[in-house]
């Protein structure tokens, strides 16, 4: 019968994994131009975040609220987390608490109701005066379909207004994700030419979140910043 394998040789062989994958992806980024990287750990436990902390990385992606706030409350927001998946107007107080980032604002009553969130999380200490406001992308639908969620591209330039005039908000950049079955590049070129649009209202050198594990080459190429990648950082999701 085969021993148990220790919790601490599991741990080092979980990370010694972990980081054998940054590495790769680090490496296929930095040979398509270059931009930073956030891992997206959805469905992986807190354990993986630790590591992936201990292992430098500062920032993780996260898709459900309350699944990102439990591992938020567990590790104490280190790494920080920021979400990447839709946010229901009704969550944004929740969500609020936690985030490091959204990169998924694609209504002015997700802007209103962000705002109103963070105000509420200072309020109640959920939140350090020292981040008093929320850093936040427009996510852009290429397709216009609301089930992805996004906006489409006529409605950027209000959404931008919108966050501008906040008081707890501030807009870094934007966000999208290619329609299923269509060729990326147009779309990743696209989208930079909208964030360049909308460049006079962001805080700081703009965020263009684009590309992930099967496209951030061509998102690279046509000025993403930041990939999200997860199956090829974190391998395949646990079994429940």
């Given amino acids: 019968m085969t021993a148990p394998t220790a919790p601490g040789a599991a741990d080092a062989a979980r990370r010694a994994e972990l980081a054998a ?9 930095a040979a398509a131009g270059g931009a930073d990287l956030l891992p997206v750990t959805k469905f992986h436990p807190a354990g993986d975040l630790a590591l992936l902390a201990d292992l ?3 920032a993780v992606g996260e ?5 990102a706030r439990a591992k938020h409350d567990s590790l104490g927001g280190v790494p920080a987390l920021q979400m990447i998946g839709q946010v229901q107007t009704k969550k944004a107080n929740a969500v609020a608490r ?44 290429a397709d216009g379909d609301a ?3 996004g906006a489409v591209a006529g409605d950027l330039d209000a959404l931008a207004d919108a966050v501008a005039a906040t008081r707890h908000l501030s807009l870094r950049g934007l966000m999208c994700v290619p329609p299923r079955g269509v060729e990326p590049g147009p779309v990743f070129a696209r989208g930079r030419r909208l964030l360049d649009a909308v460049a006079d209202r962001i805080d700081g050198d703009p965020v263009y979140s684009a590309g992930m594990s099967g496209d951030l080459e061509a998102a690279v ?18 079994v429940a």
């Fill in 21 to 29: 994958a940054l590495d790769r992806v680090r490496a296929r980024i």
């Fill in 56 to 58: 430098g990385v500062r």
């Fill in 63 to 67: 898709n459900r609220e309350q699944e």
């Fill in 98 to 141: 936690w985030a490091a980032a959204v990169h998924t604002v694609d209504s002015a009553r997700l802007v209103a109701a962000l705002d109103r969130g963070v105000a509420l999380a200072l309020e109640r200490g959920d939140r350090a005066p020292a981040d008093d406001r929320l850093p936040v992308l427009l996510q852009w639908s």
């Fill in 147 to 149: 089930a992805r969620g």
């Fill in 221 to 238: 190429a046509e000025g993403s910043t930041l990939v999200r990648v997860g199956t090829d950082i974190m391998g395949p999701r646990p």
